[in-house]
């Protein structure tokens, strides 16, 4: 009984109570019979809802939202209809993908009715049908998609899911709004033997690109022995500067090879000697405390 119905029938009370105390008890019996017609014929339906009344059991009409009255014995509320947007989660566990791996997902389903005269007259029970129609239509996702495609084409799967179900609630008057999968569990020993791909695949590719690498450089390597190979003085001076960035950091020292020394010029022996500071400069004369020697 809603407020305004409950606060009628109150007053109507109250008032045959009045009559029949300070009156005639039979004064009292019409405020009696007002308060039961008002309370079994005043309804009052909220925006989201929808009553469905039957006459003598055919469908009379669908009211709301706001006050309506009904006759009494004649007509009879057979459902009230909720509208707003609901949500119903279901799963599906230890069922079978298209590459026989067993999951188990779990998803949620965002619907609302429509049609309040078909949710109420053909079907029994809607929410429980919208239950099992979704669980349905998930194995059958489930069965029909890789394992690959159901972990990574998400938004896929549950447009499918959605188009799927709403075929099928379409007909009782509901519709269906989204379908999102939360949640995709795999058995530990396929985690572990995915992780194990993964990580080979990684490795795959960091040697590709490391040959990639390796083969770019000797690539390289051929241009520049083709260019010394016309051009000596270019190999001499590329030489000298190799030299040059090895032993110019303060009191570091460089040991090479006789053979190597001799294929050099003289300058370049001389920038050698340089570099190292191991032999002093002939051209820039010792202080004289240098030629005296210690005392």
């Keep these: 009984m809603n407020p305004i119905t409950a606060f009628l029938v109150f007053v109507l009370v109250l008032a045959g109570l009045a009559a029949g105390q300070w009156a005639n008890l039979y ?66 566990e230890q069922a079978l993908t298209k590459d026989t791996v067993p999951v188990n997902v779990d998803a949620i389903i965002f619907w609302h009715v429509h049609d309040a005269e078909k949710a109420a007259l053909a079907i029994t029970n809607y929410r429980e049908a919208i239950d099992r129609v979704a669980q349905t239509s998930l194995r059958e996702m489930i069965g029909s998609s890789m394992l690959a495609a159901l972990l990574s084409d998400r938004k896929d799967a549950d447009e499918q899911l959605k188009n799927e179900i709403g075929a099928k609630t379409a007909p009782w008057g509901i519709s269906v709004g989204s379908v999102e999968i939360r949640d995709v569990a795999l058995p530990e020993a396929l985690q572990d033997a995915m992780s194990r791909q993964a990580q080979a695949e990684r490795e795959k590719q ?33 030489a000298m500067n190799i030299i040059y960035e090895t ?29 190292s500071k191991a032999v002093p400069d002939p051209a820039v004369p010792l202080p004289p405390a240098a030629v005296a020697g210690p005392a």
């Design 27 to 92: 004064l009292a019996l019409p405020f009696f019979v007002a308060a039961a017609i008002i309370a079994a014929s005043l309804k009052m339906a909220n925006a989201w809802e929808k009553f469905v009344i039957l006459r003598m059991g055919k469908l009379q009409s669908v009211k709301g939202p706001g006050m309506f009255a009904i006759i009494p014995i004649i007509d009879n509320v057979v459902a009230v209809i909720d509208g707003r947007i609901q949500t119903t989660g279901f799963n599906a």
């Design 247 to 275: 032993t110019k950091e303060r009191g570091a020292t460089i040991l090479i090879p006789s053979a190597m020394v001799d294929s050099l010029n003289p300058s370049t022996t001389l920038a050698l000697a340089f570099a």
């Design 206 to 238: 960091a040697r590709v690109i490391l040959g990639s690498a390796e083969a770019a450089i000797a690539g390289k390597f051929v241009e520049a022995a083709d260019i010394y190979a016309g051009h000596p003085a270019a190999l001499q001076l590329r």
